[in-house]
């Protein structure tokens, strides 16, 4: 039996490997035209924005039909919009060079399919993995994923140095369609529904609410997590332009920067997945933020010719990103329920984005101002801050053992 569930596990994670790369690599190839077309953060504010409304706007609702429905059927057709879109964005640079509002409605479009499926893949994690085992699991998950987005990146490069952009796109076409082959081939059952009765989306958006809010010390390490949204995570979309303009970098740095970020993310998810990570989850929770601080901080005080110094700092917020993550998506498998396990994972990602975009707003003109070295180095108290706060908010728990 425990063979079984390894098979399967493994069995997803490779077929979802394809689609993770290609994404990966075709997402850089996206940000970086954008970052060298337009050269603004603003444009780069908004090319987030757009990518985070799905999970903002519906992220809620669609937990409903995950929890609702075969979660495998909508992994699969999740990783077939995103397909669909990187075919009609290639389309689109074969005729010539697309208007800057068609590049968005595609990351609008592909961040609509990953609005299903990540949550989806989250909740169907548990149906397999045995609970004791989840947080090894997540580990290694991430470790995969983390893998695929160290990759993508320098594949994504290179793709841009030696094809043409709709070559590059099809690429994503190839990894999601090798992700949907493997897919179909692993069994996963439906969620039980209650009582075989049709999705109430209101009631049952609701009961995500309630779920969430019954459990103390999820809502508490929850707070610190969407701080770290609205503060930290627009670094994120601003990054390619600390590289072409404090650094002045070219796609290769930018590739290289992607890569190490994603390697530190892999190293601490190998880490976790081999150790069980600390015995103290709520402590590792609250770590990660005070780190990413740090960083953030340094990095923003460093001179233009300290770019490789930056690149270690990069490896080392990923580290700290992935500390802090596994932890918490993990105490979420083990203590909700299977029925609601879709409707709050939507639900928290969809909270989660919210900060992003509300961030942006702010990171963005101001980085325009100040510059985004100037930008990094407020990120970096602000994140210090919640490092610390959330330390204390969440002390309790780890008295009580939970």
Known sequence: MQDAWRKQFITI????????LSSSAVQFAIIWWITVTTSSAIDLAIASIVGLLPQVLIGPIAGVWIDRHSRKIIMILADSVVAVSSLVLGLSFFFGEPPLAFVYAILFLRALGETFHKPAMKAAIPQLVPAEALTKAGGFGQLIQSACAMVGPMLGALLMSVVTMPLVMAVDVVGAALAVLTLATVRLDKPLRKGGKRPRILAETKEAFVALRSDKALMRASLPVF???????????????????????????NGIVKALFS???????????????????????????FALGIC?????????SAFWVFCVLVFIMGMAGMWGNVPYIAYLQKNLPQENMGKVMSLVTSAMSLGIPIGMLIAGPVAEAIGVDGWMIWAGVGMMVVGVGSCLWTREFERSGR
């Open 227 to 253: 701080a770290t949204s609205i503060v930290f995570m627009p670094l994120g979309s601003l990054l390619p332009l600390m590289v072409l303009e404090h650094f002045s970098g070219g796609a290769w740095h």
């Open 296 to 304: 953030s901080l340094a990095a923003g005080l460093l001179p233009p």
């Open 13 to 20: 994670y490779t077929g979802q490997a394809f689609s993770l």
């Open 263 to 289: 390697a530190g993310m892999m190293l601490a998810a190998l880490a976790i997945g081999v150790t069980g990570g600390m015995r103290r989850a709520f402590l590792m929770m609250s770590t990660a933020p």
